[in-house]
């Protein structure tokens, strides 16, 4: 549990792992699949979205590992 100024609250999940876990539980992805799928929905939505809002976009997908290692998608 997260302490903010000495008090407990819960912490609330990251977008990504939040997007992760509704991929496995709702479409039954294991973790490879659920992984995978973002990297496609995050290049799709670049491929979209004008320049100037690409680090929006980034920044949205940053918290998101590519393995279990320290890389993120790119």
Excluded: R
């Amino acid at each position: 549990m997260a302490h903010l100024n000495g008090v407990p609250y819960l912490k609330k999940p990251k977008p990504m792992e939040e997007l992760l876990a509704q991929l496995k539980e709702k479409a039954g992805l294991n973790d490879e699949q659920a992984m995978q799928a973002v990297v496609i929905m995050k290049d799709f939505v670049m491929g979209k979205v004008p320049p100037m809002f690409s680090g929006f976009v980034e920044n949205f997908f940053a918290d998101t590992k590519t393995d279990g290692a320290d890389s993120f998608l790119h």
